[in-house]
């Protein structure tokens, strides 16, 4: 047969094995896998002595459109996220202004992304105090689910929700087929002992690691487990930082609970002595914690017991993280472009198979969130590609990063491998260090929605 591209002589990395082949591509999609593929091609690509792996699905990104541009924008964040190997994105309802919490919000939302994004993408709902009455809305247009915070997000204009308000969310999520998405830090203990350190002048980088100790953590999606179990509503807890939230999770699981969860590279990566050591551009909440949780997170990635990696990209201007006072310094980490390379280094260092440590960044958030077509490499899905040489790695440096604001708190960090190509349905988007394609994003609605519209 003919193909609009043969990707030859790759490994390439299945969900259990890697095989040497070649890949088949038409119209955007893979139609044929097999050594030495027969037909011509109107491009041809040599792949040997490269991995060939499933496009990143960054499930967990703060690109802040429209509104808050300023602090990213999907221009920009797509950007990085193709140079990083990413493919798609599943973008959060906040600290885009308007937040993500109305039919019109989104509408918006999307039509910004479609204008500017080089990436795929999904788009989260929010979950907040007083929207529950705009969740069909949004489940209608398509939202990948609804996020909630259950502590202060630093977002004026996206509020906390309470025991009630959550579970309301949940039992109405349950009826549209969603699921529910919580930031589980508990607001009552994280609170007073934000103000408790400012009263008592304790400002620091350490008092406010200590501010929030695991215990908030844990409490929280404690609840959130709880709500999920009474109402039957599919939950994921967002960037778990320990071990002791891996096995509320992992128990409630055991019990029946259709509950999920995901960590950050930069709790993989990094420790509280980092973060002392780098400062603001290392503040994130949860906070990053000690090497013993680190080692927790690992074993719960060896286990099987943690379901994906996402980025949590949640950059600002650099004056948002200049202050003496370390609460008031913006708490996001900027991570989408160096996600894949330190999930590598760390992981196959640590002899994680690459094929596990594809399907935490591709296959398992594709798959969670009925994301068609999306996250593996497979006869019908879309050809959504990036081509690796672990045999080479580079390093982190302030001026190879495409965010808007080139703040990293992983600035010297090697990376495992290097990203060759990266490729969105079957087209070269980002090659040997150069975005080589404009914005071709697609919005990828709910498996929800593309249902209800499929029998109408």
Not at 441 to 455: K, M, N, W
Request: proline share 4%; glycine share 10%; with cysteine.
């Amino acid at each position: 047969m003919g193909f609009d591209c043969l990707i030859r002589n790759g490994l390439i990395v299945l969900p259990q094995e890697i095989i040497r082949a070649d890949l088949g591509l038409v119209g955007g999609s893979i139609v044929e896998i097999g050594p030495q593929l027969a037909g011509a091609a109107v491009e041809e690509i040599d792949a040997i002595g490269l991995h060939v792996l499933a496009g990143v699905v960054d499930s967990h990104v703060h690109f802040n459109e429209p509104g808050r541009t300023d602090w990213e924008g999907a221009a920009t964040g797509s950007a990085a996220l193709a140079a990083g190997g990413g493919t798609c994105f599943c973008d959060m309802p906040l600290n885009s202004t308007p937040p993500t919490c109305t039919a019109a919000a989104f509408d918006l939302k999307r039509a910004a992304l479609e204008q500017n994004s080089l990436l795929d993408f999904g788009i989260w709902g929010g979950l907040v105090r007083d929207n529950h009455e705009h969740l069909e809305a949004l489940a209608e247009r398509g939202v990948m689910g609804f996020k909630a915070f259950m502590c202060g997000s630093g977002i004026d204009d996206f509020s906390h929700v309470d025991e009630d308000a959550l579970g309301r969310g949940m039992e109405i999520a349950v009826r549209l087929g969603l699921p529910v998405a919580v930031h589980a830090e508990d607001q009552q203990l994280t609170s007073q002992n934000t103000l408790a350190a400012i009263a008592a002048g304790k400002t620091s980088i350490r008092d406010y690691l200590n501010s929030r100790p695991i215990e908030a953590e844990t409490k929280a999606i404690s609840q959130a487990i709880a709500l999920a179990a009474q109402t039957g509503c599919a939950l994921h807890i967002v960037h778990i930082s320990s071990g002791a939230g891996i096995r509320e999770v992992v128990e409630a699981r055991a019990r029946g609970v259709n509950v999920t969860c995901e960590t950050c590279p930069h709790y993989l990566v990094l420790t509280d002595e980092d973060v002392v050591r780098i400062g603001a551009a290392a503040k994130c909440s949860p906070p990053i914690r000690d090497h013993v949780q680190q080692e927790a997170l690992w074993a719960s990635i060896v286990n099987g017991e943690l379901d994906f990696i996402a980025s949590d990209h949640s950059p600002s201007p650099h004056a948002m993280k200049q202050s003496e006072d370390f609460f008031a310094i913006w708490g996001g980490i900027a991570g989408v472009q160096t996600t894949l390379g330190l999930v590598l280094q760390e992981g196959l260092q640590r002899e994680v198979p690459l094929c596990k440590l594809s399907a935490l960044l591709s296959a398992n958030p594709a798959q969670r969130y009925g994301l068609a077509k999306k996250g593996r490499i497979e006869v019908g899905f879309d050809a959504d590609l990036i081509l690796v040489d672990l045999a080479s790695s580079g390093t982190v440096r302030a001026e190879d990063l495409l965010y808007r604001h080139r703040l990293s708190p992983f600035l010297g960090k090697t990376l495992g491998g290097s990203v060759r190509k990266t490729i969105l349905r079957g087209k070269t988007i980002f090659a040997n260090g150069t975005i080589v394609a404009g914005s071709s994003g697609r919005f990828l609605p709910s498996a929800s929605c593309r249902l209800q519209l499929e029998r109408s």
